[in-house]
């Protein structure tokens, strides 16, 4: 079948491609009976727009941009490639397209940002990983286009955010080691200028103090998101005069860089060394022994996210879409009493 062009549409009409655009895209100036006219018309010859055309003839983009964090390891990030799943299936229904951008340092970032805000190509931003201070969403609100956040920032009263309850779930793993009996509980955490991170060495020092057992600087490590930060952090701990029987950590993937660590030992996972991650990725399922952890909704939250960015593009109050929900334990075969 042949396709069926704006000025094959126009030419059938006996109406220029100027008004049949306008009466598709609904504009005011076009009466109701040439608008009817000119879909009827559309409809029986099977005409299909261009969607750029269209997009560009409505001046809305009908596109949403994911700016990486840069330090995050990029699109190989498990943890992104949930959130990237369930923010583009959304976006997908609304036949929206979704654009990565990925900074190569800090300043890139918001420069990116910037240039996405004046060039027009997209309608909101979605950030993730949010600092305590955070020069994106400086950026982000001088640049006045509707964005949301996946963290809190230490001021994040005026826009739009989605955040799990990081201090919480952190004293939740953190009371459920010392509730299974254990005494020497370490903590591996991110890099501090993390919202997410800080909060999560909040709630593991709250649950420790709360079980009466000694705060031990020895027993808190440094680590990035990354298996190998992961696995230095767990043989500094291990190498301690009196080792912990329990570690909290930070993500998924530092845990199962610890656990490498803990096997190099020659004990074992849940055994000798019981071990909490965070995130809930799918890789924890297929360790071994498969790995316990405060799981957070990451592919419901992409969802989430651009629910909320939607809304807020159509017009909706930035600080009406600011939502906390919880992480869960999910028990596997990581976290047992001590022996």
């Not at 809190?152 to 080691?177: C, G, I, M, P």
């Amino acid at each position: 079948m042949m396709e069926v062009s704006l000025k094959t549409l126009s030419r059938q009409l006996g109406l220029t491609e100027g008004t049949v655009s306008r009466a598709l895209n609904g504009y005011a100036d076009i009466s109701v009976k040439t608008r009817d006219r000119v879909r009827e018309a559309a409809d029986r010859l099977g005409y299909v727009p261009n969607s750029t055309a269209r997009r560009l003839a409505l001046r809305n983009a009908e596109c949403v941009a994911y700016v990486i964090p840069w330090q995050s390891a990029h699109i190989a990030d498990p943890f992104l490639g949930e959130l990237l799943d369930g923010i583009s299936a959304v976006l997908s229904e609304q036949r929206w397209d979704l654009t990565v951008t990925v900074p190569r340092s800090e300043a890139d970032e918001v420069a990116t940002i910037m240039r996405l805000a004046k060039a027009g190509r997209v309608n909101g931003i979605i950030i993730s990983r949010t600092l305590g201070h955070d020069p994106r969403v400086d950026a982000l609100r001088a640049a006045k286009i509707p964005f949301i956040s996946h963290g809190r920032t230490q001021k994040s009263d005026d826009h739009a955010w989605l955040d799990v309850d990081n201090f919480e779930a952190a004293r939740f793993a953190t009371a459920h080691l010392a509730g299974l009996g254990h005494r020497r509980i370490a903590h591996i955490y991110g890099p501090l200028k993390y919202n997410f991170s800080a909060e999560r060495l909040k709630g593991y020092r709250f649950a420790l103090t709360d079980a009466g057992l000694e705060l031990d600087s020895a027993l808190e490590a440094a680590s990035e998101a990354t298996l190998e930060t992961g696995h230095v952090a767990m043989k500094r701990l291990l190498a301690v005069d009196d080792p912990p029987t329990a570690v909290f950590c930070v993500a998924d993937v530092v845990a199962i860089g610890a656990m490498k660590a803990i096997r190099e030992a020659g004990l074992t996972p849940g055994r000798e060394v019981s071990i909490i991650g965070y995130d809930g990725i799918p890789m924890g399922e297929h360790t071994y022994p498969a790995l316990t952890t405060m799981a957070q909704p990451l592919s419901s939250a992409g969802s989430q996210l651009a629910r909320m960015l939607m809304d807020v593009i159509a017009g909706g109050d930035p600080s009406s879409q600011q939502q906390i929900i919880p992480a869960e334990l999910v028990r596997r075969q990581t976290d047992s009493p001590p022996i």
